[in-house]
Nanobody, 123 residues
Framework: QLVESGGGSVQAGESLTLSCAAS????????MGWFRQAPGKEREGIAF???????KYAEFAKGRFTVYKDHVNHTLSLQMNNLKPEDTARYYC???????????????????WGQGTQVTVSS
């Protein structure tokens, strides 16, 4: 089970940190990632973490978004800085329960999903 939190409404330029609580097994075993979906758009990958902590980012996320594992709380976090109105979307945490290393940024390759948390950025 994946449970996201930390979404909200912010002004452009502000920051938010999202968290995803996962089972210990998923957290330590599989590739985990963050996706987002804006109304009328396809779900897109943002950032991914291998089971060993190595990270990968979509091009648009590099420089503003940071994904990391919180080993104290066993959560996957996504820090988002300098938010823009175009970042408005529902953000999802996902697990690819097939691989330890993240091999895909395509949402259909991820088989476990949370319910998502809404992020709204106003100008």
């Amino acid at each position: 089970q994946l449970v996201e939190s930390g979404g909200g409404s912010v002004q452009a330029g502000e920051s938010l940190t999202l968290s995803c609580a996962a089972s210990m097994y998923s957290y330590t075993t599989w590739c985990m990632g963050w996706f987002r979906q804006a109304p009328g758009k396809e779900r897109e990958g943002i950032a991914f973490v291998d089971s060993n902590g190595d990270t990968k980012y979509a091009e648009f996320a590099k420089g503003r978004f940071t994904v990391y594992k919180d080993h104290v709380n066993h959560t996957l976090s996504l820090q988002m800085n300098n938010l823009k109105p175009e970042d408005t979307a529902r953000y999802y945490c996902a697990v690819d329960g097939r691989w330890r290393n993240c091999r895909s940024s395509t949402y259909s390759d991820y088989n476990y999903w949370g319910q998502g948390t809404q992020v709204t950025v106003s100008s």
